[in-house]
C-alpha cells in the first residue's frame, strides 16, 4: 500500500505563489508518473501536470508558463511550484501516483486565490 502525504496549500493573493509537495512512501516498486489535478467546486476534476518515471512533462494549458512540475526520484517526493496564481486557481488539489498497476491519490490540499 502506498501512503500519499500533501503540504503546501494555502491562501494567496492573485499574483502570488505557493510550493505544493507530495511524498509517497509504503509499498514502492515503480512509480510510474507522479502528478497533480485540482477540483474546483461544481467542477470535475482535471489534470493541472503530471511527470512520468523518465522525467517527461505535461500540462494543463491552463498552468503552462506559470507552473512548474518537479520530481526528486530517490525521496518518491513530487513539486508543483505554482506562480502567477489567478483566482480560477482556486481548487481542491490533490496529487496521484501510479505505481505500478494502480492509481494512488492523495487527501487533497485546498489552494485559495483572493483578495
Known amino acids: 500500500q502506498v501512503q500519499l502525504v500533501e503540504s503546501g496549500g494555502g491562501l494567496v493573493q492573485p499574483g502570488g505563489s505557493l510550493r505544493l509537495s507530495c511524498a509517497a512512501s509504503?509499498?514502492?516498486?515503480?512509480?510510474?508518473?507522479m502528478g497533480w489535478y485540482r477540483q474546483a467546486p461544481g467542477k470535475e476534476r482535471e489534470l493541472v501536470a503530471v511527470i512520468s518515471r523518465l522525467g517527461g512533462t505535461r500540462y494543463a494549458d491552463s498552468v503552462k508558463g506559470r507552473f512548474t512540475l518537479s520530481r526528486d526520484n530517490g525521496k518518491n517526493t513530487v513539486y508543483l511550484q505554482m506562480n502567477s496564481l489567478k483566482p480560477e486557481d482556486t481548487a481542491v488539489y490533490y496529487c496521484?501516483?501510479?505505481?505500478?498497476?494502480?492509481?494512488?491519490w492523495g487527501q487533497g490540499t485546498q489552494v485559495t486565490v483572493s483578495s
Open positions: 509504503g509499498s514502492i516498486f515503480i512509480i510510474n508518473s
Open positions: 496521484k501516483v501510479v505505481a505500478g498497476m494502480h492509481d494512488n
